[in-house]
């Protein structure tokens, strides 16, 4: 055993990396596959891992994940970059491991930022991944089903790894402040709702969180043997206000509804307040995004189409930029919203369809538009009377395609808002033609 001199220094990197779990009992969150009898823990404890991808946004443990398996598995483990390696780095690692297979030893080859490599660096590791050469980990923060060649892909199980929750957090937190490899027996003294406003500040993100309470800390007023943190300081950590939010709590649900309702009554300016309420709060800019998607939808619709055009275009700029960025596209996306027409003619449409939907589960498909792509459908009438309607003159046939117990029954009822008008219009010639015409017979 080496014993320690006056020389050697004190463990001076970061915390984020002094508190990395080295077990899975350590490892925090994730249950939804590292919880007793779930796929991926059972797969870890029967040392019957296979490449997989590990898909999910920063901060969640990906590489620690990757590591616990390896000492798990007794496996060799080797990091590699995405960002900073080629083929022939590639290659001499395939060789290493091709060399260690054959003397039994399994290798762990964990890719980071996996989607960052090109066509060529992927297929470089498919004929490993296949002979069993290495056991490919790659982490992406991208969806892997466009990031990721399909060939290297359907070679590797991939698994979802969730943002951490506030509660996460607020225990990696604690445990950060108590346990010897990080602030333990330098008596912080930091408020439990100060940790709870690091933890959603975070955002899911670990790392973010314990370098946070690392500034913070290092920060603190030394005072009598203890390192005293207060919300002053914290708040000059994050750069933020303390505003009153938490986003699993209702004053995140009591936000969203006041961004909505001013919206939809046409308030630009009180829609932009909370928005920044909400943004500057911490809150995650893409379920901002996709709750305006929903609202150019329900409470616009088609009287001006265009605003679920720009609400999706709302939410690629997030995804693309981030924030601080892209709180102008929302901005942007809020103001246009909340001047435009409205209808919740589609909504109510939906909604008055899945009433009968739900009650009527049964109703046949009738037969006239079922699809016959066998002699035995049509030998029982399936597509039998079936007129395509780009053949006749008006552009629509004559007859209707709703169960029998349901004919007439209407669940579109436009308005004469913005371009909606058209939409009616469109739709009452529809309706009169039908009436002129009597659908044909079945038989």
């Known amino acids: ?5 006056f020389f050697d220094a004190p463990d001076d990197r970061p915390l984020a990396s002094r508190m990395r779990p080295r077990t899975l009992e350590e490892f925090c969150g994730q249950q939804q596959l590292l919880g007793e009898g779930k796929i991926l823990r059972r797969l870890i404890d029967a040392d019957r891992i296979s490449s997989m991808i590990f898909w999910g946004p920063p901060g969640v443990g990906k590489t620690t994940l990757a590591r616990i398996i390896a000492a798990r598995t007794k496996s060799e483990f080797i990091d590699f970059s995405a960002v900073t390696s080629g083929i022939k780095e590639i290659k001499s690692v395939m060789e290493q491991a091709e060399h260690n297979r054959q003397f039994g030893d399994k290798t762990i080859l964990f890719v980071d930022e996996i989607h960052r490599f090109n066509k060529a660096q992927q297929d470089a590791f498919l004929p490993y991944v296949e002979k069993g050469s290495i056991i490919l980990i790659g982490a992406t923060t991208e969806n892997p089903s466009f990031e990721i060649n399909s060939a290297l892909l359907s070679r590797c199980k991939v698994f979802v790894l969730h943002a951490l929750s506030p509660a996460d957090i607020v225990s990696l937190l604690s445990r950060a402040i108590t346990d010897p490899r ?11 709702d100060l940790i709870e406003m690091i933890a959603n500040f975070a955002n899911g993100d670990a790392r973010t969180a314990l370098n946070t309470l690392e500034m913070a800390v290092l920060n ?4 009598d043997g203890h390192i005293y943190v207060d919300r002053d300081l914290l708040e000059q ?11 699993n709590g209702e004053e995140h649900y009591n936000l969203i509804s006041a961004l909505h309702k001013s919206m939809r009554n046409s308030d630009p300016d009180a829609a932009i307040y909370w ?10 800019p893409l379920y901002i995004a996709r709750r305006l998607i929903r609202f150019a939808s329900e409470d616009i619709g088609l009287a001006d189409s265009r605003a679920l055009e720009l609400a999706v275009a709302a939410y690629q700029a997030c995804h693309f930029l981030g924030m601080p960025e892209c709180n102008i596209h929302l901005t942007h996306a809020v103001i246009y919203l909340s001047l435009a027409p409205r209808s919740n003619a589609v909504y109510m449409a939906y909604e008055s369809a899945k ?9 046949p498909v009738p037969l006239i538009i079922r699809n016959a792509p066998t002699k035995l459908m049509k030998d029982l009438d399936y597509g039998k009377g079936y007129i395509y309607a780009h053949d006749t003159a008006e552009k629509i046939a004559g007859f209707d395609c709703l169960p029998e117990s349901l004919r007439g029954r209407r669940y579109y009822f436009p308005t004469e808002q913005g371009n909606e008008i058209r939409a009616q219009q469109r739709l009452q010639a529809v309706l009169e033609f039908r009436h002129r015409h009597e659908n044909p017979k079945d038989s």
């Not at 990080?182 to 439990?192: A, D, K, P, S």
């Not at 928005?275 to 995650?284: H, K």
């Not at 009433?355 to 109703?363: G, H, I």
Request: proline share 0%; charged share 30%; with cysteine.
């Open 1 to 5: 055993m080496r014993q320690t001199s």
């Open 182 to 192: 990080g602030f333990g027996g330098q008596n912080v003294e930091i408020g439990g």
């Open 220 to 223: 603190g007023r030394y005072e």
């Open 237 to 247: 950590c994050t750069s933020k206000k303390s505003l009153l939010y938490d986003k």
């Open 275 to 284: 928005l920044a309420r909400m943004l500057e709060s911490g809150e995650d």
């Open 355 to 363: 009433k009968d939907a739900v009650s009527m589960l049964d109703e």
